[in-house]
């Protein structure tokens, strides 16, 4: 079981940044795959980046390419995403969520996910 907690959601500016942060309880974190996912109004949850257990392989959704960015800290138990250049369209509710067994950007395969935090991008 894992449990996960997202944190550093927000309101900011456009053109702003963010680092959200999302800490895992359980064991053996460095077998997940994590990836982070956000949903806004109205709109179904997407897939932002995803990351694997070892942090060496990441991948991104093709709208935050060049502006976010996936790190990991198994010591810590910890995944990041720094979020830079935000724009309006970012608005939405963060997920992370982790998956043992799957491919990062399938919304489907993740096991465990957390209860999300929002982030708001004003003009």
């Known amino acids: 079981q894992v449990q996960l907690l997202e944190s550093g959601g927000g309101l900011v500016q456009a053109g702003g940044s963010l680092r959200l942060s999302c800490a895992a309880s359980?064991?053996?974190?460095?077998?997940?795959?994590m990836g982070w996912f956000r949903q806004a109004p109205g709109k179904e949850r997407e897939f932002v980046a995803g990351?694997?257990?070892?942090?060496?392989?990441?991948v991104y959704a093709d709208s935050v390419k060049g502006r976010f960015t996936i790190s990991r800290d198994n010591a810590k138990n910890t995944v990041y995403l720094q979020m830079n250049s935000l724009k309006p369209e970012d608005t939405a509710v963060y997920y992370c969520?982790?998956?043992?067994?799957?491919?990062?950007?399938?919304?489907?395969?993740?096991?465990?996910w957390g209860q999300g935090t929002q982030v708001t991008v004003s003009s």
């Open positions: 990351i694997n257990g070892r942090g060496s392989s990441t």
């Open positions: 969520a982790a998956v043992r067994l799957g491919v990062l950007t399938k919304l489907g395969t993740y096991d465990y």
């Open positions: 359980g064991r053996s974190f460095s077998s997940y795959g």
